[in-house]
């Protein structure tokens, strides 16, 4: 959707965004697809779309409609050109900073943000060869002040799980968009009925659905 699109409320998004009746049934809920291989009709239709000059599913584990329409409505609702379906938030998180900077070597990333993200960047994306650098993103001088040129990603979470620190997302995001480097929120905590960073400069979102598609905790995933 364009900036200049007029757009949906938030509730009519929520119910509607990325999801139409099902063109086979009428169903209104959308069907779960839960095949893995799907039918490519022709030699000829397989062959265009191995080489890339069609678009259809063909095996689950690289589209799924089931999944599609749930990455329509996480980037309606963040008001984000795309989203990309993960099976969870931490999962979400993980491949955030590595594809928002291609070959990121260093992250520079709010000191107050979840254990799990904050164990993470220390080990696992350590493990990547992705150095860190904890800064306190309440003060974006302190990003501005640490060596920013070495950083490929600033990563931030406001409000920050548990403790509920807040940063100024577009100062931060203002830094990383001079730097020309990525800007990521963890948006999970405020969900974008409160705040879509995907529309401040530079910065991609990610999200733990369990809390803003499911508030009942009866779902894991990312986006
Ligand atoms: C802010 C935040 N980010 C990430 C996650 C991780 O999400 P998941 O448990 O789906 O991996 C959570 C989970 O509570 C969270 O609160």
């Not at 200049?4 to 959308?30: K, M, S």
């Not at 309606?76 to 990309?84: I, K, N, P, R």
């Not at 948006?187 to 529309?199: D, H, L, M």
């Amino acid at each position: 959707m364009s900036a200049d699109t007029p757009r949906l409320g938030i509730h009519t998004t929520a119910i509607h965004a990325g999801e139409a009746p099902d063109p086979t049934t009428g169903a209104l809920v959308p069907p779960l697809h839960l095949a893995t291989t799907y039918h490519l009709g022709s030699a000829e239709h397989g062959a265009a779309i191995f080489a890339g000059e069609q678009e259809a599913y063909v095996y689950s584990r690289w589209a799924n409609p089931t999944v599609a329409t749930f990455e329509r409505k996480a980037a309606a609702l963040e008001h984000g050109e795309a989203a990309l379906a993960t099976a969870s938030g931490m999962a979400a998180d993980l491949v955030g900073p590595p594809d928002g900077s291609r070959a990121a070597t260093h992250i520079a990333a709010a000191k107050a943000i979840y254990p799990s993200t904050y164990h993470l960047i220390v080990t696992q994306l350590a493990s990547l060869g992705i150095a860190s650098t904890f800064v306190d993103a309440a003060d974006p001088a302190t990003i501005e002040g640490s060596d920013t040129t070495r950083h490929e990603v600033i990563y931030l979470e406001t409000p920050g799980n548990p403790l509920l620190s807040l940063c100024d997302l577009d100062a931060c995001s203002e830094i990383g968009r001079r730097r020309s480097i990525t800007t990521i929120c963890d948006n999970t905590f405020a969900t974008p009925v409160n705040q879509r960073p995907s529309t401040t400069a530079s910065t991609s979102s990610s999200t733990a659905p369990r809390s803003t598609f499911a508030g009942m905790a009866d779902a894991v995933g990312g986006s």
